[in-house]
């Protein structure tokens, strides 16, 4: 069993003719490095030691020789009494904490010294980056050196979602493999959701056998795919048995890796209730969900009803009996609590309580369910919609809609596991959206995962001891195979490891990428799949003073950038980028990634620019842009960029209110049209606005209306952008606003009724 899995702990390739010039490229960078002359040899003669006292080292022990066998064939217990001797210390070793090492190679010893098992394993593992990725017949030499690590967070994670699509036991030891060779301590396990229940529970087998199962539509889009109708096979799903969980909890645990649970509730229960509908308001019949189809689903439980709770005991109890780890993660998120206000039993429940509102009602939920973990010895964790109504007293929140949620709950002295969408969500593309397999949306490469940091600035010093680490996370609407979940985690897990294990002044990008390029080799000759590289351009503009202008940049490594600003398509013999490109008239600009003469880019990246009199100019808001979108700052709306189809590039967002911007010329102009460029995505709950209104005046207080220009597109439009322009006979103005009136998302929406987003790019004063 141990062997099977070993591939993915020798990911690490260096040639075998090692001097002590050579680069250890290890993942994440160590703490302490120091590269010595001479090397040690593996082979025949190599004996292997450690304290037999030691908690746990005789597991590691084992796992560390069954590694050496597995790349040479070599059996260490076979070698007692050699000269040369890899010896496993568990001893006090000052300064390295609970999960730091000591690795210590001579040409005659290699020490491996550590205050616990898990530093011992970690010490392993950088090993392990020194010798052979494949089996070889030639002598495994390491180089000797000595390294003191120790890693920055104590949480270190990693999360998978096996709910929307279920992946075998052997991929989810496959992920932890991954995890545990670049230092990853906590697997988040999301078992259960909407789309599917994926964990048995012996009291309930319905959950399982009705919930793991839905009908087969992975032909279609997440969001295009109809919901099942009574007589179709539920073909399409799977769960974990309780003996395999057990097997899979102490395949993790040798590794050093926790296992921590999600069972997510209220909200995301669609699959519970299909089994098992008395736990929905409306107690009526479904089916399970076969995507992102949502029309009469109940997807939450139903916190009014008694047996809901006693449910819910149940099933956690017979959870946290299978996963030893500290934490258990109630999920929280995202919870729909519009069927509570139509629920007698919740009204009942929120008079009976005395509560406020739906809000509060949602706390009064997750304060029971922690009672519930707290009461089994353990502490719960989950999304940060869980401060909605009041903060349960010793919760634990994973911030996931940016960082808001997780300063908060910091400066309310909880611990917080930063995690926010932007960098940190896997299912986002990486690479250019044109040359990379179909995702969710979003971008985040692997440049801005190694950017992030998980502290805010926002945080005094005291208040940053409550983020206990990061992680990334891998929601899999649109992963549906083993080979695209080692696609999409790849390379951009290492990228997150040496951003939560190494010194935030060690980190370097430049240095990063160089050792990245070993473990890219080792990748190739295993067969595993990632995504070789962002060749996508990052077009950058600037105004300042009325100036505009736009610095290039590639990720690629050892890459160039080569331009066009006619709208042509960039050549080799296009101009070199080398210097910030001025912009000074409306124009096209394209631009592509070079490496090694020859060009990466399947599709330019391109920017267009617009001049106009508005340029620099000063913009205030009547309601303040979402802080989730504020493109490149206050002044987005006149700094001549337009923007693209990616909604958080250059757009300015408004959440539920209406756009109401006010632009100060600084003097009078002649004017003779205005133009606001607004945005329409359907599925991202965003419309173009109903009406805009176009105002001018002279003093910047009485505003006279020059016309309100109506929304001619449908609202059902799954993408558009549009211009709402208004022509006029040339007059001098001085101030100009512009008022978007919000839209409601229209019958059928996942959203209906609600108030959806506008997004702007530009107003054009010409």
């Known amino acids: 069993m141990l062997s099977k899995y070993f591939f993915i702990l020798g990911l690490f390739f260096l040639s075998l003719h090692l001097s002590a010039q050579q680069q250890v490229n290890i993942i994440p960078q160590p703490v302490s490095f120091h590269l010595n002359n001479g090397s040690f040899i593996i082979d025949n003669k190599t004996s292997l030691k450690f304290n037999a006292s030691g908690k746990g080292l005789k597991e590691a022990a084992r796992f560390f020789a069954g590694y050496i066998e597995s790349v040479s064939g ?55 980056q020194t010798l052979p990725a494949v089996r070889t017949n030639a002598a495994l030499t390491v180089p000797c050196l000595e390294i003191r690590d120790y890693p920055r967070f104590k949480w270190r994670g990693m999360h998978l979602d096996v709910s929307r699509h279920f992946f075998s036991p052997e991929l989810v030891k496959e992920y932890i493999d991954l995890m545990a060779a670049y230092k990853f301590n906590t697997f988040h396990w999301h078992l259960t959701d909407d789309q599917g ?11 399982a056998q009705v919930g793991g ?37 102490a395949y993790a645990a040798l590794r050093n890796v926790t296992i921590v649970p999600e069972l997510d509730v209220p909200g995301h229960s669609a699959a519970a209730i299909a089994a098992y509908p008395f736990l929905s308001c409306t107690q009526q019949p479904q089916l399970p969900l076969t995507g992102g189809n949502y029309t009469g689903m109940s997807s939450n439980l139903c916190p009014g009803s008694d047996s809901v709770f006693l449910f819910l005991q149940d099933v956690y109890s017979e959870v946290i009996n299978l996963f030893p780890a500290q934490y258990i993660h109630i999920g929280g998120d995202e919870v729909d609590k519009s069927p509570w206000k139509n629920c007698t039993k919740c009204q009942a429940r929120i008079k009976a309580e005395s509560l406020k509102d739906e809000d ?6 997750i304060k029971r369910m922690e009672k519930l973990i707290v009461g089994k010895h353990r502490k719960m964790i989950g999304w940060d919609e869980i401060l909605e109504g009041g903060l349960a007293p010793e919760a634990t929140v994973m911030s996931w809609r940016g960082e808001a949620g997780g300063i908060a709950a910091a400066k309310m002295n909880h611990d917080v596991v930063m995690t926010p969408g932007n960098p940190v969500y896997f299912d986002h593309y990486q690479g250019d959206p044109a040359t990379e397999p179909l995702a969710i949306g979003g971008f985040n490469s692997l440049k801005r995962v190694y950017e992030y940091e998980p502290i805010p600035k926002e945080l005094d010093e005291q208040q940053t001891k409550f983020v206990l680490g990061a992680q990334a996370n891998l929601w899999t609407e649109y992963i549906t195979t083993a080979e695209q979940v080692e696609y999409m985690v790849l390379p951009r897990m290492l990228a997150l490891a040496e951003v939560v294990w190494s010194p935030k002044e060690k980190r370097n990008w430049n240095g990063f990428n160089d050792r990245l390029q070993t473990h890219f080799r080792a990748f190739d000759q295993k067969g595993l799949h990632y995504s070789k590289g962002n060749f996508k ?47 000074n008239s409306s124009l096209v600009l394209k631009a592509v990634s070079v490496v090694n003469a020859k060009i990466m880019s399947l599709v330019p990246a391109q920017q267009f620019f617009v001049m106009h009199k508005a340029i620099g100019k000063n913009v205030t808001y009547t309601n303040p842009v979402s802080r989730y979108y504020m493109a490149d700052g206050p002044n987005s709306l006149t700094d001549g960029i337009r923007g693209t189809n990616v909604i958080g590039k250059y757009w300015h967002g408004f959440s539920g209110k209406d756009l109401i911007a006010t632009i100060d010329l600084g003097e009078e102009k002649n004017i003779q049209s205005i133009i606001v460029g607004c945005l329409q995505n359907y599925n991202d709950w965003i419309f173009l606005p109903q009406s805009v209104k176009f105002e001018t005046s002279a003093n910047g207080a009485d505003f006279e209306e020059l016309q309100t220009v109506s929304n001619p597109l ?19 103005i001085k101030y100009i606003r512009v008022t978007a009136k919000n839209n409601l998302c229209p019958p059928g929406h996942s959203g209906e009724g609600k108030p959806g987003w506008i997004f702007a790019d530009e107003i054009i004063v010409e």
């Not at 009574?230 to 969980?245: K, L, M, S, V």
Request: hydrophobic letters at 35%; aromatic letters at 12%; proline letters at 5%.
């Open 537 to 583: 351009v990052d077009i950058k503009p600037a105004s300042q003073n009325g100036l505009l202008f736009a610095t290039l940049s590639t990720e690629a490594y050892k890459g160039e950038v080569y331009y066009t600003t006619d709208g042509s398509q960039p050549t080799l013999q296009s101009k070199k980028y080398t210097e910030p490109v001025d912009i």
């Open 74 to 128: 070599i059996n260490l217990f076979e070698n007692a009494g050699t000269s040369k001797v890899i010896e496993l210390k568990l001893e006090k070793v000052p300064g390295i904490g609970d999960e730091g090492y000591l690795l210590i190679v001579t040409p005659v010893s290699i020490i491996i010294s550590a205050n616990s098992t898990a530093g011992i394993i970690y010490g392993m593992q950088s090993l392990f």
């Open 213 to 249: 199962w839905r009908v087969d539509h992975t032909d279609l889009v997440w969001g295009q795919r109809p919901q099942a109708v009574d007589g179709e096979a539920p073909t399409y799903g799977g769960y974990y048995t309780q003996q395999q969980i057990k097997e899979i909890v």
């Open 714 to 732: 449908s609202i059902n439009e799954k993408k558009a952008q549009y211009d709402f322009k208004v022509t006029f006979a040339a007059k001098a």
């Open 360 to 365: 509060e009602l949602q706390s009064y939920f």
């Open 197 to 207: 229940w994926r964990i048995e529970i012996k009291k309930y087998p319905k959950l």
